[in-house]
């Protein structure tokens, strides 16, 4: 959705209860949109990170950390 507050829309179309999945492929900043427009329990897929670098180290330690649902190599 091209839109400055898209997260406001989405919420406005599911009358206030959010998405059930959302595909993130911009993140960074945006990643607090993609939070507030999915419902509590939703799912957010992030396939892309082409803005924003704060916390990017984080995200960097977390990649090489295996989660439960996330086979280790």
């Known amino acids: 959705m091209n839109h400055p507050n898209w997260e406001k829309v989405a919420l406005e179309l599911t009358e206030g209860n959010?998405?059930?999945?959302l595909l993130d492929v911009v993140g960074g900043?945006?990643?607090n949109q993609?939070?507030?427009a999915t419902r509590v329990g939703?799912?957010?897929s992030q396939i892309g990170?082409?803005?924003?670098?704060e916390g990017l180290?984080?995200?960097?330690?977390d990649r090489?950390?295996?989660?439960?649902s996330?086979?280790?190599f």
Request: glycine share 12%; proline share 10%; aromatic share 4%.
């Open 18 to 21: 959010g998405v059930n999945q």
């Open 29 to 31: 900043d945006g990643l």
């Open 34 to 36: 993609s939070v507030k």
């Open 42 to 44: 939703g799912h957010i």
């Open 49 to 53: 990170f082409l803005q924003g670098d």
């Open 57 to 61: 180290e984080d995200r960097e330690a």
């Open 64 to 68: 090489k950390r295996p989660s439960p």
């Open 70 to 72: 996330q086979p280790s």
